[in-house]
């Protein structure tokens, strides 16, 4: 079946564009890297599969390669990239360097987007081969471009690894390999959002950075000072339009299924049981046991000269990167088809959890199981584990999703204000410094999630 006309263009833009907005700024404000990527990941593809009205099997496919596409750009490191924005004589290198960053990100980002879109016509085969070549060129990337810093956009000073070039290689290589197994059609799919995710990503990121030169230029009295969260605002806002529009123009392309061969058919307690555990066993594996074992060798590799110890911690950093943990999230939803809404939306919010209890507890070792930390974290995985499991087999499936996974990480941002009870503090000051100062990430983020909620509601949802 070939999707019809469904909503218009604008509807298409302006959803994506704010639900992205909000799950950028989620990410930088709960826990960034490639793990809090996984958020605006996730929600940009529950809004697009709720505006393309995705079967709800297919929908949790493509949710989990939104979060694993998205996921990919957080390796990139550019804090000191964004740094140059502030001194006139580096600006402009600056903004090319988060230019490209942004570029890169999205580019990669729509590429695996587009294969989810495409899910049910890929070989699993296919799929696998395709992230092999990813980490692959990746590899290649990194020797050739970011470990000998040819093009560096950090901070010679104080270097740090970049990684841009490695996603950027890792990226065309997976394009090529696509190009050449996929039918035209498909294909054309994925270049689409693939070229989309480019210019949304560079030009989010380009733009935004505006918002630190700004900043820099300001007097410091200023009562808006959170430039950093405008720049991340805009990368999310215009990223996320770009995505939308991709899916917009892709509307009449996209083939879904009669049968939602991923649904499940039978709810019992066994097939719940069956869930939890493979995304238990998933998430041990990729926040825990993989860093408990590599993080030792990539440690001892780093003043090694030996050529045993730098290829073993060389394997170590690829096997340690988010895109072999893409690809292990992949291959258990393609083994255990009606696990995908777990990985997809527990997983993405229990790494908000582990930034959340890390903030509470800062003293107690990331890697040591079995403590107060451990339990806060499986407790509020679980209930939404639970929430997950049950709107899994109730009508408006993927609206209760989209409200689900937005609210429940807008609650752990606001439970981060109570780890420092100054940050509740507001004596001294007026009304216009507590609401456009102290509190306008907040407010933004809680007008971001009741906007995206009315539209998913009044303008998507299906009675």
Known sequence: MIKKEGYSSWLFIVFPSITM????GLRGHIGGGPFGAMIPGALVALSLSMLLELPAGMASVFVVFGVVGIGLGGEMTYGQTLGFL???DTQWWGTLGITVKGAIWGLLGGIVLGM??????????TIIIGFLLLLA???IGFKLINQPMVIYFSDHANPRSESWGALLVGAITLLIFLKSKIETSGFKIIFRFACWGLIGGGLGFGLGGFWMVLGSHLPNDVI????????????????????????????????TEKEDITA????????????????????????????????????TGKGSKGFSMVGLRDISILLSNFAFFGLIIIIAVMRFPTVAWQMAITLTFCHTAIDLIRDFYPDITANSPFTARFALIFLMT?????????????KNMLYNMFLLLVWSTVVVSFLRLAINPENLNVSGLSFCKIVCGKFIVDIIF?????IVSWISIQKIRKP
């Open 224 to 255: 808006f000072q959170s430039w950093w969260k405008a720049m991340e605002f805009t990368f999310g806002m215009l990223l996320g339009g770009a995505l939308g529009y991709a899916a917009w123009l892709s509307r009449r392309e996209i083939v």
């Open 21 to 24: 907005l909000l799950g950028w």
């Open 137 to 139: 060129g990746m590899l």
């Open 116 to 125: 989810g879109l495409i899910y049910n016509r890929l070989p699993k085969k």
């Open 264 to 299: 499940e058919t039978v709810s019992t307690s066994k097939t719940v049981l069956k869930e939890f555990t493979v995304m238990l066993i998933v998430g041990l594996l990729i926040f825990w046991f993989f860093s408990l074992w590599l993080d030792p060798i990539i440690e």
């Open 382 to 394: 679980l209930v939404v584990a639970v929430l997950t499991a049950y709107f899994q087999r109730r």
């Open 446 to 450: 809680v007008v971001s999630a009741f």
């Open 86 to 88: 502030k001194n006139a």
